[in-house]
């Protein structure tokens, strides 16, 4: 039998499709955090706009249909269209300096330099790119999105979906490549393929403070009742 919240394309377009709001939060958070800090390399900034997000997202759940796409691609629309009315009424300057630090827990000396290296490598490949390249990424490393979400929110097929993105990273693939063998390091072990990967996993793995974390739930939580009933 399926729970009374459950996504379901059997349920009426009237029904609720989603989970309560503190699961949807829980689940989901992180995703739209990645997403939003990726464009907008700003710790606040991306908590304040994910808080609207949400905010949004649950006054119009009624608009979710399950039988269009899943949770997150529905819920990353609304993230896109509130990135684009925030540019619209900011166009804050871009900057990568707010990406934290690589963690340096059991590293030596030489694996830490290979680390700053390569992201800041990575950073430097990401920026040159055109904005609907860097969204690709984006949807994809960021919010973790299923190249068929991706194609969803895109208007494309999955199958072109997975071409473009199969295509990018080749060529930031080799260009990463490229550019290490231009500038060694000493010692050098790690070939450049797991190297360009896991930077670019980093580059992306930004979390959101944990106290922002709490304090944006209570407060949507504080909002949404009056919504709710």
């Known amino acids: 039998m399926m729970p009374p919240n459950s996504p379901s394309d059997g349920l009426p377009h009237d029904q609720e499709a989603l989970p309560p709001f503190e699961l949807f939060y829980d689940r989901y958070h ?5 997403y939003l800090h990726a464009h907008l390399k700003h ?5 304040d706009l994910m808080q609207h997000v949400f905010f949004q997202a649950w006054k119009q759940r009624q608009t979710y249909e399950p039988g269009r796409g899943t949770v997150a691609t529905w819920l990353l629309s609304i993230a896109h269209h509130r990135l684009v009315d925030f540019y619209r009424l900011s166009r804050p300057s871009i900057s990568w300096e707010s990406i934290p630090e690589v963690a340096a827990t059991d590293q030596n000396p030489e694996a830490k330099v290979l680390s700053e290296e390569s992201i800041a490598l990575v950073r430097r490949l990401l920026e040159a790119l055109p904005q609907a390249e860097q969204e690709l990424l984006a949807l994809r490393f960021a919010a973790q999105l299923s190249s068929a979400e991706i194609a969803v929110l895109i208007g494309k097929s999955e199958a072109a979906t997975k071409k473009h993105l199969t295509r990018l990273l080749r060529r930031l693939q080799e260009q990463y490549r490229r550019q290490e063998l231009e500038t060694p390091l000493p010692d050098l072990l790690e070939p450049a393929l797991p190297a360009f990967v896991a930077a670019l996993l980093q580059v992306y793995a930004v979390p959101p403070p944990t106290s922002c974390v709490h304090d944006i ?4 939580l504080a909002l949404i009742h009056p919504v709710s009933s």
């Open 217 to 220: 739930r209570q407060s949507l």
């Open 30 to 34: 992180m995703q739209v955090y990645r």
């Open 43 to 47: 710790e606040q900034d991306a908590a």
